[in-house]
Nanobody, 124 residues
């Protein structure tokens, strides 16, 4: 089971930016497609963005296209989610997981096991 750790969340005003990081210890991420997901209070977890193992293919949720950018640095064993022009509706706990990219979807491959995530709060 791939164990991932999310970081980089925080409190930001609307229009602000944050960069989330997803790392793994004891294993390299080179062979894994990685996705970011989020869950707001009272709502189901939803896919945000994902990136193939090579970085050559990405998917984005429609509501974040043009504002969020996913990238990876395999030398640093890290996948990033740069979030710009943040909106209050982006407020959620953000998680990362190994995925399969299926058409325009990010399908988690973690057998339902999620890490602690990182809280993103967008509020004035």
């Amino acid at each position: 089971q791939l164990q991932l750790v999310e970081s980089g969340g925080g409190l930001v005003q609307p229009g602000g930016s944050l960069r989330l990081s997803c790392t793994a210890s004891g294993i390299t991420l080179d062979d894994y497609a990685i996705g970011w997901f989020r869950q707001a209070p009272g709502r189901e977890r939803e896919g945000v963005s994902c990136i193939s193992s090579s970085g050559g293919r990405t998917n984005y949720r429609g509501s974040v296209k043009g504002r969020f950018t996913i990238s990876r640095d395999n030398a640093k064993n890290t996948v990033y989610l740069q979030m710009n022009s943040l909106k209050p509706e982006d407020t959620a706990v953000y998680f990362c997981a190994a995925v399969r990219l299926v058409l325009n979807l990010c399908v988690p491959q973690n057998s339902g096991s999620w890490g602690q995530g990182t809280q993103v709060t967008v509020s004035s």
